[in-house]
């Protein structure tokens, strides 16, 4: 069973920049669409971005308001989230979640645990 790990969350200011990372164990990520949520405070689970496993991107840009990339290193079998320009209303848990198909969804069979991330001054 694939398990997700992120890291890579912690404390900035805003206008700065995080790259968050997703891993695995269990079976190599490089076999899925990966898609990165974000759950912050008041607000209900909402999808940031996704890489499908033919590299695909889709961005909900409601989120990530083209703030945020994407990204994979299959050499490393993991996906990233970098951040940039970020606001105290990025504040929240982020999550990876994987699942072993071609194209986007709201519908993962793995779930990380979350990285918290705060924006503020």
């Known amino acids: 069973q694939l398990h997700l790990v992120e890291s890579g969350g912690g404390l900035v200011e805003p206008g700065g920049s995080l790259r968050l990372s997703c891993t695995a164990s269990?079976?190599?990520?490089?076999?899925?669409?990966v898609h990165w949520f974000r759950q912050v405070p008041g607000k209900e689970r909402e999808g940031v971005s996704c890489?499908?496993?033919?590299?695909?991107?889709?961005n909900n840009q409601d989120s990530s308001e083209g703030r945020f990339t994407i990204s994979r290193d299959r050499t490393k079998g993991a996906v990233y989230l970098q951040m940039s320009g970020l606001k105290p209303e990025d504040t929240g848990t982020y999550y990876c979640?994987?699942?072993?198909?071609?194209?986007?969804?709201?519908?993962?069979?793995?779930w990380g645990q979350g990285t918290r991330v705060t924006v503020s001054s």
């Open positions: 979640a994987a699942r072993r198909i071609s194209y986007c969804t709201y519908e993962y069979d793995s």
């Open positions: 269990g079976d190599q990520l490089n076999y899925y669409t």
């Open positions: 890489i499908s496993v033919h590299d695909r991107i889709s």
